[in-house]
């Protein structure tokens, strides 16, 4: 059954740790992408990989790091240096970086205290 | 600078067809068409999109003017499980940029 996966949904960090969120696909896609959702908002994105051993900046990617060592997998790291690390993280990836549908994950909602 | 524009809320009745318009006024040449839409607290799921010619698929109809300035998504019966958020987006490359969409009701 092919897919994006996160892990996990929902996940409680206190202020000032590094925390990681997963995201895996089987989709055999060349491009992943990280966004970020706040309550009531639209979708922006953090971080995105055209192809292994690669990633680019978006938007909002201040206080965030990407690694892509493998295909299938594209972690986001989520360190002190966000100011407003809670919300919803979603993983997406396509077939390849242009005019191509993006297929999401399930999403993973951080909440930092 | 917004790239579409949509109504923030729209209404449905139950079976009836939904019309979901976006305005992309400064749409270029290249620029493709997309439609997603969103179901609280999931990741959002494609729908259709399109350059030109108007498209169908299994979830939708998307109706594109001739000056491709404006679209409509056409869910042509409504089912309460369609109430969700739904986004237009304009696109060339990978940069997918979602606004705020418009929240569709779909009502017994």
């Known amino acids: 059954d092919g897919g994006i996966t996160q892990s996990p949904k929902y996940l409680f960090r206190k202020e000032g740790q590094n925390v990681t969120l997963s995201c895996e696909q089987n989709l055999n896609h060349d491009a992943m992408y990280w966004y970020r959702q706040d309550p009531g908002q639209g979708l922006r994105l953090i971080y995105y990989?055209?192809?292994?051993?690669?990633?680019q900046k978006g938007d909002i990617a201040e206080g965030y790091s990407v690694s892509r060592e493998k295909k299938e997998s594209f972690p986001l790291t989520v360190t002190s240096a966000q100011k407003n690390p809670t919300a919803f993280y979603l993983c997406?990836?396509?077939?390849?970086?242009?005019?191509?549908?993006?297929?999401f994950g399930p999403g993973t909602r951080l909440t930092v205290t | 600078d917004a790239k579409t524009t949509q109504p923030p809320s729209m209404d449905c009745a139950e079976g009836r067809a939904a019309n979901l318009p976006c305005n992309h006024s400064t749409i270029s040449g290249n620029e493709y068409v997309y439609w997603y839409r969103q179901i609280h607290s999931q990741g959002p799921q494609y729908i259709i999109h399109g350059l030109k010619n108007n498209e169908t698929n299994e979830m939708a109809s998307l109706i594109i003017t001739e000056d491709r300035k404006s679209s409509t998504l056409i869910l042509p019966h409504a089912t309460l499980r369609d109430t969700a958020v739904y986004y237009c987006?304009?696109?060339?490359?990978?940069?997918?940029?979602f606004g705020a969409g418009t929240r569709l009701t779909v009502k017994p």
């Open positions: 997406a990836s396509s077939i390849g970086f242009l005019t191509y549908e993006q297929y």
């Open positions: 987006i304009v696109r060339v490359g990978g940069d997918m940029r």
């Open positions: 990989s055209q192809i292994v051993n690669d990633f």
